[in-house]
């Protein structure tokens, strides 16, 4: 795989949502020439779903750039291990679980969904049991999850949102990728959806370049531009020769060290150190 091409972007979207979540930033990205899939994200679980999106993924020819939003950046953070051609990750008001982690157990302090949430039960196709699925109250849609969006575009995403089973949350993280690519991370400062502290707080453990912008869980609607803006920074860099790499465990380890010293995101670190590579052996 030449990875040094220009990336095919790969949207994953989150729950209570779907691909269309994301038209205006594809228009925008389709008008500079990029390839976009945005695939449904199937919301049962976060090893079932990343499963389903590695396979995906493997089926693309050449390098890929994963996004996501919300709980789909916990699918992509599996996925990605399992997808040889993905070459980075963005992540949009996203959440970025570690290996052996559940979202169960992550708790924001800026979060309100937990109480606007609808429980309803969906059939799990053995012996007639079923297992527990959220939707986001109507009612409420706006105010948890856009609320800077126009109040006609959410009230069609309420009615057209997209239920998440409990066990996306129950599920722990397998092995994630951002250990071993080069990531990116928006923030979404009024995001009370996933919840900014927490989204926050994940983005920095990953080492991630970070962006801060104003507007809520869904930033990808809100400032469609900027998000964009992102995306094709990312997209710029993993095309550019020796970007779009993978690095061992011990040495994402002794740059996560480095970072936590010098309080730099570990992107920063690692490009730091491949610029003094190159500059100490020019002709190598």
Do not use: C
């Not at 990875?3 to 500079?32: C, M, Y």
């Not at 109250?137 to 126009?150: L, S, V, W």
Request: no cysteine.
């Amino acid at each position: 795989m030449n990875t040094n091409a220009k990336p095919t972007i790969v949207i994953v979207h989150g729950a209570f949502a779907d691909a269309s979540s994301w038209n205006e930033v594809i228009e925008r990205l389709q008008q500079q020439g990029y390839d976009i899939i945005a695939p449904p994200n199937p919301l049962r679980g976060v090893r079932s779903d990343s499963a389903y999106m590695a396979s995906f993924l493997n089926q693309i020819d050449g390098p890929i750039l994963l996004v996501a939003h919300s709980y789909g950046g916990a699918v992509i953070s599996n996925a990605g291990v399992n997808a040889s051609n993905v070459v980075g990750l963005v992540y949009v008001a996203a959440l970025i679980p570690e290996e052996g982690e559940r979202l169960t157990d992550v708790h924001s302090k800026d979060s309100i969904i937990n109480p606007l949430l609808i429980e309803r039960q969906y059939p799990t196709g053995s012996d007639g049991e079923t297992a527990p699925e959220f939707t986001l109250d109507p009612a409420h849609f706006r105010r948890g999850f856009a609320a800077d969006a126009p109040e006609e575009r959410t009230r069609l995403m309420a009615a057209a949102q997209r239920p998440i089973a409990g066990a996306a949350f129950a599920d722990t993280s397998g092995p994630v990728a951002w250990k071993t690519l080069p990531s990116w991370a928006i923030i979404a400062t009024e995001d009370v959806g996933a919840g900014t502290d927490i989204v926050r707080s994940m983005a920095q453990r990953a080492g991630a370049k970070v962006t801060e912008l104003k507007g809520s869980h869904a930033i990808m609607i809100s400032q469609p531009q900027a998000v964009a803006d992102v995306i094709v920074e990312a997209a710029k860099f993993v095309s550019q020769p020796d970007r779009g790499y993978r690095l061992r465990e011990d040495l994402i380890e002794e740059g996560n060290r480095i970072a936590r010293d010098q309080k730099r995101p570990l992107f920063q670190v690692i490009e730091d150190a491949l610029v003094g590579h190159i500059k100490g052996h020019p002709h190598s």
